[in-house]
C-alpha cells in the first residue's frame, strides 16, 4: 500500500508565500515523476507543475516565475514553494506521483487527498 501525505496549504493574503509537501510512504521501490495539479471551484484540475527523476521540470504558464517544484529523493517528498501568490492562485491543490511498489512491480499514479489554498485579503 502506498499513500501520498500533503501538508503546507492555508491562508495568504496576495503577494506572499505558501510552501507545500507531499511525502509518499509505504511498500515503494522507485518513484518516476513527481507533480502538482490544482483545481478551483467550478473548473477543471490542472497540472502545475512536474519534476521528474533526474530533475528536469514542467510549469503552467500561469505559474511560471513564481512556483518552484523541487524533490528530495530520500525523504520520497515533493514540495511546491508558491511565492508572489495571485487570488486567481485558490484551489484544491493535489500532489501527484508515479510509483513502482514493490508489491506490484509495475508503475502507478498516486495522489494525494489535497490541501486548501486560498489566497484573499
Known amino acids: 500500500q502506498v499513500q501520498l501525505v500533503e501538508s503546507g496549504g492555508g491562508l495568504v493574503q496576495p503577494g506572499g508565500s505558501l510552501r507545500l509537501s507531499c511525502a509518499a510512504s509505504?511498500?515503494?521501490?522507485?518513484?518516476?515523476?513527481m507533480g502538482w495539479y490544482r483545481q478551483a471551484p467550478g473548473k477543471q484540475r490542472e497540472m502545475v507543475a512536474t519534476?521528474?527523476?533526474?530533475?528536469?521540470?514542467n510549469y503552467a504558464d500561469s505559474v511560471k516565475g513564481r512556483f518552484t517544484i523541487s524533490r528530495d529523493n530520500a525523504k520520497k517528498t515533493v514540495y511546491l514553494q508558491m511565492d508572489s501568490l495571485k487570488p486567481e492562485d485558490t484551489a484544491v491543490y493535489y500532489c501527484?506521483?508515479?510509483?513502482?511498489?514493490?508489491?506490484?512491480?509495475?508503475?502507478?499514479?498516486?495522489w494525494g487527498q489535497g490541501t486548501q489554498v486560498t489566497v484573499s485579503s
Open positions: 509505504g511498500s515503494i521501490l522507485s518513484i518516476d515523476r
Open positions: 501527484n506521483q508515479l510509483v513502482v511498489a514493490t508489491t506490484t512491480l509495475y508503475v502507478r499514479a498516486y
Open positions: 519534476i521528474t527523476s533526474d530533475g528536469s521540470t
